[in-house]
């Protein structure tokens, strides 16, 4: 099927009647010319196509990878609580007669000990900024005290442990901010 824009080759080749060789060329060579740059248009969008097309490969596989990454991260959250409870076990375990102490605390540190290599094999960091400078990305401020020899703006005291899961923070540090020797 032909139409007016694109006749098929052999009615383009033919030579329209009453012109001579050189207008003939001319015509010829037009033809040429827009043929080449429908081809260089042609050739540069198939490029652009093919250029997205990888494109979006690439983002759907970050994206996957990044959901395979943090998939866990909600699981993870919950066994936080689980080993604030431990460590606020260990805490207390100072105010329990010594027979039983040494036991339970022993048992304890196991347990939150393997807790936080199974929580560290699957990417969770615990941060524990205790004497470092405050950091409002990492550290949540939930008061401010004299400090003695620790400079201002410096994490005093820990009240709760942050967690990160590969580089994102999973829960804030809950800390007391220094103000300063005082």
Do not use: W
């Not at 824009?5 to 329209?16: G, L, N, S, V, Y």
């Not at 260089?40 to 690439?58: H, P, V």
């Not at 866990?72 to 609580?81: A, G, I, M, N």
């Not at 990492?138 to 400090?147: D, V």
Request: negative net charge; glycine residues 8%.
């Amino acid at each position: 099927m032909t139409d007016a824009h694109h006749p098929t080759p052999d009615a383009a080749a033919a030579p329209e009647p009453g012109l001579s060789p050189e207008a003939e060329l001319a015509r010829l060579r037009d033809q040429l010319a827009e043929a080449q740059l429908a081809l260089t248009a042609a050739r540069d969008a198939q490029l652009r196509a093919a250029a997205e097309a990888e494109n979006r490969i690439r983002r759907a596989e970050n994206e996957a990878a990044k959901a395979r990454k943090f998939a866990s991260e909600e699981v993870l959250k919950d066994f936080l609580h689980i080993t604030d409870s431990l460590e606020l076990g260990l805490k207390a375990a100072g105010t329990v007669p010594d027979g039983v102490a040494k036991a339970l605390v022993d048992g304890v540190q196991m347990t939150l000990k393997q807790l936080l290599s199974a929580l560290e094999k699957h990417g969770v960091r615990q941060i524990d900024p205790h004497g470092q400078p405050f950091n409002a990305e990492h550290h949540q401020a939930m008061s401010m005290a004299p400090g003695g020899e620790l400079p201002a703006n410096h994490v005093l005291s820990v009240m709760q442990k942050g967690y990160s899961l590969h580089d994102r923070l999973l829960r804030p540090a809950l800390v007391v901010v220094s103000q300063g020797g005082g």
